[in-house]
């Protein structure tokens, strides 16, 4: 073999220093750009189950306050109609027009706060409670339970504090 032939033999066999510096380069510059997408995919995944969960409990109140609206479930003198407690819409209440007094449920479980940082805190502790009579500017726990907010810190993609949605 003539040495021209012998040395293209051996460049052609594998890649120089040069070669494989610049492909692991480029391979780190579009590992930085997945990362921060992938970081953002996954909050906007998260803040979209905080919207169904929220969703999901205000439903869930709201067909409680139908149903004691409509007689169905026990309401006491002066009592705004609302639900005593995010565990009464899943243990259910009497149905006050069954003569068996089935349980009347709103909710399958209480859906966690996907915001929620801590695993040992139970699902339905992880949620802020609002009463009826409480302002909604400054939320208070109360008697009943008019709404729910997330107590995650923190601001949404949207620019809106997790507590105010």
């Given at each position: ?54 969703r ?37 209440v ?47 726990v ?24």
């Amino acid at each position: 073999m003539a040495p021209t032939a012998a040395r293209a033999l051996r460049r052609a066999a594998g890649f120089t220093l040069v070669e494989l510096l610049v492909s692991v380069a480029i391979i780190g510059v579009l590992a930085s750009m997945v990362l921060p997408m992938a970081e953002v995919t996954i909050r906007r995944q998260r803040e979209a189950d905080l919207r169904g969960a929220l969703r999901e409990i205000r439903r869930g109140i709201d067909a409680y306050k139908a149903a004691s609206d409509a007689g169905l479930v026990d309401r006491r003198a002066l009592r705004s109609g609302y639900p005593p407690s995010l565990r009464a819409l899943v243990q259910g209440v009497p149905n006050q027009r069954d003569p068996n007094g089935a349980p009347m449920r709103f909710l399958r479980r209480i859906p966690r706060d996907p915001m929620a940082q801590d695993a040992q805190v139970p699902d339905e502790d992880t949620w802020g409670l609002r009463s009826y009579l409480s302002p909604h500017e400054a939320p208070r726990v109360g008697e009943d339970v008019f709404d729910v907010y997330s107590r995650a810190p923190g601001v949404g993609i949207n620019g809106i504090a997790y507590r105010q949605w």
